[in-house]
């Protein structure tokens, strides 16, 4: 016979705030799975939660069970941002401090859910939209988004004769959103989980929009063996292609350091979604060269290599500078 | 039940004279409703509104299509066609026009009134709003309903100045007409 | 309280004695003044409400369904194209049995554009689960508009109350408000059982395999059905209430002894009623408004029906390629009956045309000509169709 704990016991009994469980069907290695973990872990037991469509919702929520132990609710594709908004507005009237945090993949922020991100962002909700980017529609079995890199192959922009993958370069969303003029706008990686930590207790404390942009490898439609993840995603950081960085109100305030920048080359010959590249190909050495660009323009625009002051990325680091309290 | 048509231009306050109409019916403890025919407005577009007075609730919400009276709130319009279409025998047509009603009538072929609203109004609103003047001068000829239940209606509308402005163009424009001369016809329409 | 008001200001009313704590508007004509009247009431202080002016109607409903979610009473509203771009949000939100009520200011569809009335807008989302109930007047608006909070937090089912835009909108006429503390008496405070709560997380909103699916969808449509003996009471509870009769599922009046009936539905219903009254006995009809049209009322629709040789289903709306909407619906509930009387079916009042008193008289006259047994446009004016098409 089933014990039943209460959600308080729980709670209690738990050594680190648990919201997302173990036992949901996402592939080995994802990403966003650990993103996910990651984030209701800082945010703690008084959040409640919008999910977009999007894989984080389809292999936690089989009905009748589910991975989530904080109050959460699917509802559409392009609205995760809305909802959260009018969870908002109905937490705000009620006078109850529990806090919202909505959540979309690159394709529920980037594509279809942008206006309803933009909207919210813009009259000023006191909410954290996350952002689960894993650079594709994967759900539907790695299709093209607006974040995808640059040259990266996925089915509907494959590599062919014709064709060296995406054409377009990947859309700046943080850039985008800072110029809603929030309070906070952030980027993060997997491979920094207790960067991720900290950024979403910061976000949570700001009153106001908050964004949080978290980079997360599919191995899947990345192509990559699931055990690397944590490689792959630190590479995308260590190479300059995917900045860590943070704005407030637009300003840049704080980056993850890359001292010792990695050729992009080491990032992307991992990924077989990448591996049209790795050719003869006078087209592919182009892509490369282009790739290795925008590394080094992202690495010069946030003065990556001089930047800076957390060296050490772990949770006691994070607790001793914030002065204790895993969680409040 | 009296049936009233008001033409104008988008701007001089078409509308709000139906409703400010219908809303006077109220106050004196009758029936109204007053309704646009709606279409994509804009300044200096003709635009129509209808009332209909009534002792008993009104149900039908249909246009008026043979009205007891018309407001006209721009002596232009009466070049549209349509404009007068439909007007019952002896009924009234209230003209917003510097013409002198004789001038009017013979012009058209028809007995019109008519009331230099738009002058009064920028006289003393200092805006050129006909539409309160012109009720006023309605109100007077046909008797359908005190002044005072005009006052009333736009005392819901404005207040201070305004209200004080707008009450002292109905009496300045209620004098300029000849009382009761409708007064017959609003009876024969309402029974 | 008696005044004249302009319907959506008193939509606008109705809505602000409900209380609810989150509203979300987008303009779109002619709903517009319902949400600008409601701005002001929250402006003034007269509503504790907040008023999330969204970038979309899409978003005005999803901002409304995340606030029911989290615990609050939510209210939008819409017309035409808005509620065609919220269409998948409204499915959403029926599945997940969210309590809303949204009001519907009935509107033609693009293309053509047209800002005028007709309601093949509700109609076209007749499918996504809501209760639709048809307004005939802007006092039955009201009303209307209050018991649509107690029917969806009773029966855990968003409510649409459809109103003819423009036709009933922007129509001034003399209505009752009711008092605060009528609608106190009748509507408790907003509880749903199924809102977010931190101290009971629980999950909305999860995919839902073979092996369930068809369970869920039954118990949506079960509540549905149900929700029709609820209309009814809610309906009663109000007229004690208020005093004042109240729509129910549909309504019948006219000639009760006539062997022809004419249903409608809508604001149309007030223009017909009058001429019926106005033609003497033997050569009128009896009338029957429609108010509830999901839950389609088959029962109540057949009782209203008995002893009728002919009934004309007069609507606003068409399925192109098919006929008549709401016709089609009443024919197949009448074909059960053992002697269902003759159907006839038009449209009327497309894209906002008048329905002027005569509709009536041209009713009868079409069908003694044997027109409308195929669905028929009423009202077509064919001098006005291209060459090719008389």
């Known amino acids: 016979m089933d014990t039943v704990i209460p959600v308080e016991e729980l709670r209690r009994q738990q050594s680190r705030f648990s919201g997302f469980e173990a036992g949901h069907r996402a592939c080995l290695g994802c990403g966003e799975a650990l993103a996910a973990r990651l984030v209701t872990e800082a945010a703690g037991p008084d959040v409640i939660y919008a999910n977009a469509t999007g894989c984080l919702e389809v292999f936690t929520t089989a009905w009748p069970d589910s991975a989530w132990r904080v109050p959460w609710m699917h509802s559409l594709f392009a609205n995760a941002a809305a909802i959260g908004a009018g969870m908002e507005a109905a937490l705000k009237v009620q006078g109850k401090p529990t806090q919202v945090i909505a959540m979309g993949g690159d394709g529920g922020t980037f594509d279809i859910g942008f206006q309803a991100l ?7 909700h006191n909410m954290l939209y996350v952002c689960y980017d894993n650079e594709a529609y994967m759900n539907t ?62 976000a949570m404390a700001v009153d106001g929009p908050a964004f949080l942009h978290i980079h997360t490898p599919c191995p899947l439609g990345w192509g990559h063996d699931g055990a690397i993840t944590i490689e792959v995603a630190r590479l995308a950081v260590q190479t300059g292609l995917f900045p860590v960085i943070e704005l407030e109100r637009g300003n840049l305030v704080d980056v993850l350091p890359v001292r010792r920048p990695r050729p992009v080359k080491d990032y992307l010959e991992r990924q077989t979604r990448f591996r049209h590249l790795f050719t003869d190909d006078a087209r592919a050495r182009e892509e490369l060269e282009h790739l290795q660009a925008i590394a080094d323009h992202n690495i010069d625009r946030y003065r990556l290599e001089a930047g800076g002051t957390d060296i050490c990325d772990s949770d006691s680091a994070d607790t001793v500078r914030r002065g204790g309290a895993r969680w409040a | 039940m009296i049936e009233i048509r008001i033409h104008g231009r988008g701007g001089q306050g078409n509308v709000v004279a139906a409703y400010l109409l219908a809303t006077a019916a109220f106050e004196q403890g009758r029936y109204g409703q007053a309704f646009p025919a709606f279409g994509a407005e804009r300044r200096g577009a003709p635009v129509t509104a209808f ?21 006209i709130q721009d002596d232009a319009l009466l070049h549209v066609p349509g404009v007068l279409s439909g007007l019952q025998p002896g009924g009234g047509i209230l003209v917003n026009s510097t013409q002198t009603s004789e001038a009017l009538s013979d012009a058209h072929g028809q007995a019109m009134q008519s009331l230099a609203a738009t002058r009064l109004a920028q006289a003393i609103l200092g805006r050129p709003v006909p539409n309160t003047a012109l009720l006023a001068a309605f109100l007077t000829l046909t008797e359908l309903l005190p002044l005072q239940s005009l006052v009333k209606a736009l005392s819901g509308r404005f207040q201070g100045k305004v209200l004080d402005d707008n009450t002292a163009l109905i009496e300045r424009a209620a004098a300029q007409v000849t009382p009761a001369i409708w007064k017959e016809g609003a009876h024969a329409a309402s029974a | 309280m008696q005044q004249a008001l302009e319907g959506s200001q008193a939509i606008a009313r109705a809505v602000a004695l409900c209380r609810p704590q989150v509203i979300s508007a987008y303009p779109i004509t002619p709903q517009t003044h319902i949400v600008e009247n409601l701005s002001k009431l929250v402006a003034d202080g007269a509503l504790n409400a907040e008023l999330v002016s ?27 194209q808005g509620l065609l771009l919220m269409a998948e949000v409204l499915f959403n939100i029926a599945g997940l049995r969210v309590p809303l009520v949204m009001t519907c200011a009935n509107r033609a569809l693009s293309a053509p554009l047209s800002i005028w009335n007709d309601q093949q807008d509700s109609m076209a989302v007749r499918d996504a689960g ?19 909070y107690r029917i969806a937090e009773e029966t855990e089912l968003p409510v649409m109350v459809c109103m003819d835009g423009f036709t009933l909108t922007h ?26 709560d931190p101290d009971k997380p629980i999950s909305v909103g999860t995919l839902v395999t073979p092996e369930f699916f068809t369970e869920a969808r039954y118990t949506h449509h079960q509540a549905l059905l149900r929700a029709t003996q609820v209309i009814r009471d809610v309906s009663q509870e109000w007229s004690a ?69 002919r009934l004309v289903v007069l609507e606003r709306a068409l399925s192109p390629g098919a006929g008549g909407i709401v016709g089609a619906e009443v024919r197949a509930a009448l074909s059960h009956l053992e002697d269902p009387p003759e159907v006839f079916n038009f449209s009327v009042g497309l894209g906002g045309r008048d329905v002027p008193l005569e509709t009536f008289e041209n009713l009868l006259a079409a069908i003694d000509k044997g027109s409308g047994h195929d669905f028929a446009l009423l009202d077509l004016q064919p001098d006005k169709l291209p060459a090719e098409a008389w």
């Open chain 1, 118 to 124: 933009s909207g919210a962002l813009e009259r000023g």
């Open chain 1, 141 to 202: 079995g790695i299709q093209r988004s607006s974040s995808m890199p640059h040259a990266a192959a996925t089915t509907t922009s494959p590599a062919g004769r014709e064709r060296m993958g995406k054409r377009h370069l990947k859309k700046d969303i943080v850039s985008i959103v800072a110029a809603h003029h929030i309070p906070y706008a952030a980027t993060a990686s997997v491979a920094y989980p207790s960067d991720i930590h900290k950024k979403v207790r910061r």
């Open chain 2, 51 to 71: 009332v209909r007075l009534a002792e008993a609730p009104i149900r039908r919400r249909c246009e008026v299509r043979k009205p007891a009276f018309l407001i």
């Open chain 3, 54 to 80: 969204v970038e979309s109607e899409f978003s005005a409903a999803s901002v409304a369904l995340g606030a029911v979610a989290a615990g609050s009473r939510a209210y939008t509203a819409t017309s035409s």
């Open chain 3, 130 to 148: 809501w209760v639709q109930l048809y307004c005939t007047d802007n006092q039955d608006a009201i009303d209307t508009t209050i018991q649509a």
């Open chain 3, 171 to 196: 129509t001034l006429e003399v209505l009752d408000i009711p008092e605060q503390a009528q609608v106190e008496a009748f509507l408790p405070p907003f509880k749903f059982a199924r809102s977010l």
């Open chain 3, 241 to 309: 209430i208020s005093g004042r009769r109240s729509g129910g599922l549909l309504t019948v009046s006219g000639d009760a002894t006539a062997d022809t009936g004419v249903l409608t539905i809508g604001a149309i219903a007030g223009t017909l009623e009058e001429a019926i009254d106005a033609h003497p006995p033997g050569n009128t009809a009896r009338l029957i408004k429609l108010r509830a049209f999901r839950p389609f009322p088959e029962q109540a629709l057949r009782e209203a029906c008995a002893g009728l040789k």
